[in-house]
Nanobody, 123 residues
Framework: QVPLVESGGGLAQAGGSLRLSCAASGNMFDINSMGWYRQVPGKQRELVAAATSGGTTKYAHFAKGRFSISRDNAKNTMYLQMNDLKPEDTAVYYC?????????????????WGQGTQVTVSS
């Protein structure tokens, strides 16, 4: 278990931007896979983007070209830059760590979760 704390959520207008941050306790160099997920009430939590400590990334189809995941291992912080936001991006966004990168979409295999941060996009 890796303690994770998200920040940076809030309200944005359609077409706007937000940057989420995830602070990890411990040495992020030792955490191979980290990622961002989101969940809408009544729906399953889904992968948004994931990144390895070496810089390999993957994105959900809806995130490609609009969202960017990055890690600053020296600061023990991961980011999600979200641009061109749409109302359908409204969700609670969760930071996650310790899972097989190749199986990042498998929610049951996530080892650690943050508490989540609300993102609301108005039209």
């Amino acid at each position: 278990q890796v303690p994770l704390v998200e920040s940076g959520g809030g309200l944005a207008q359609a077409g706007g931007s937000l940057r989420l941050s995830c602070a990890a306790s411990g040495n992020m160099f030792d955490i191979n896979s980290m990622g961002w997920y989101r969940q809408v009430p009544g729906k399953q939590r889904e992968l948004v983007a994931a990144a390895t400590s070496g810089g390999t990334t993957k994105y959900a189809h809806f995130a490609k070209g609009r969202f960017s995941i990055s890690r600053d291992n020296a600061k023990n912080t991961m980011y999600l830059q979200m641009n061109d936001l749409k109302p359908e991006d409204t969700a609670v966004y969760y930071c996650a760590a310790t899972f097989p990168f190749s199986r990042a979409a498998m929610i049951d295999e996530i080892g650690s979760w943050g508490q989540g941060t609300q993102v609301t996009v108005s039209s």
